[in-house]
T-cell receptor
Framework: DTEVTQTPKHLVMGMTNKKSLKCEQHMGHRAMYWYKQKAKKPPELMFVYSYEKLSINESVPSRFSPECPNSSLLNLHLHALQPEDSALYLC????????????????FGEGSRLTVL | DAKTTQPTSMDCAEGRAANLPCNHSTISGNEYVYWYRQIHSQGPQYIIHGLKNNETNEMASLIITEDRKSSTLILPHATLRDTAVYYCIAGGKLIFGQGTELSVKP
């Protein structure tokens, strides 16, 4: 199984809602990532988890709250978002984290497309 | 991670080799070079990575200059399905640059 599965594929939420994005992998990878991608822009790194601990937070606003309940699951909790947070949210995993110079191949999911009204 | 510079867009004729350049002049000695591509509305797909030596796999070849300040991704026989944005990344933090939009034309 070489897949990263993200749910939901599409999410529409209001600015006062609380929702979550979910990501799952069963490749035994110990590093998991959240990226945000706006239209016609490259993916922007948000968070990196290594061995279920948050290792990198790229100065992301607190309205985005990551969680890694176990080595296979990664969540992104969303609260009080703004319309400008509408984007494609990509999850990825890799066999090694960024503390290694060679992180190996990053496996990406298909993304969750978020619209904030 | 080192900053990378790539041309914004490139065209290639179907069946010909596509050569995509990347400049990473501030790369440090132990940082790897990675290439990914993203077909519209899909998640990025890993292509290849390397440190110093040239690398080849079933998808592409990676040529890294001796001073490691630049590299070239080669798709030997481009097909229409290779139309995508190609990203060159230098360093383990996996920060994406602006990428090159490759259009393969019949």
């Amino acid at each position: 199984d070489t897949e990263v599965t993200q749910t939901p594929k599409h999410l529409v939420m209001g600015m006062t809602n609380k929702k979550s994005l979910k990501c799952e992998q069963h490749m035994g990878h110990r590093a998991m990532y959240w990226y945000k991608q706006k239209a016609k822009k490259p993916p922007e790194l948000m968070f990196v988890y290594s061995y279920e601990k948050l290792s990198i937070n790229e100065s992301v606003p607190s309205r985005f709250s990551p969680e890694c309940p176990n080595s296979s699951l990664l969540n992104l909790h969303l609260h009080a978002l703004q319309p400008e947070d509408s984007a494609l949210y990509l999850c990825a995993s890799s066999p090694r984290d960024s503390s290694f110079m060679n992180t190996g191949e990053l496996f990406f999911g298909e993304g969750s497309r978020l619209t904030v009204l | 991670d080192a900053k990378t510079t790539q041309p914004t867009s490139m065209d290639c004729a179907e069946g010909r080799a596509a050569n995509l350049p990347c400049n990473h002049s501030t790369i440090s000695g132990n940082e790897y070079v990675y290439w990914y591509r993203q077909i519209h509305s899909q998640g990025p797909q890993y292509i290849i990575h390397g440190l110093k030596n040239n690398e080849t796999n079933e998808m592409a070849s990676l040529i890294i200059t001796e001073d490691r300040k630049s590299s070239t991704l080669i798709l030997p026989h481009a097909t229409l399905r290779d139309t995508a944005v190609y990203y060159c990344i230098a360093g383990g933090k996996l920060i994406f640059g602006q990428g090159t939009e490759l259009s393969v034309k019949p």
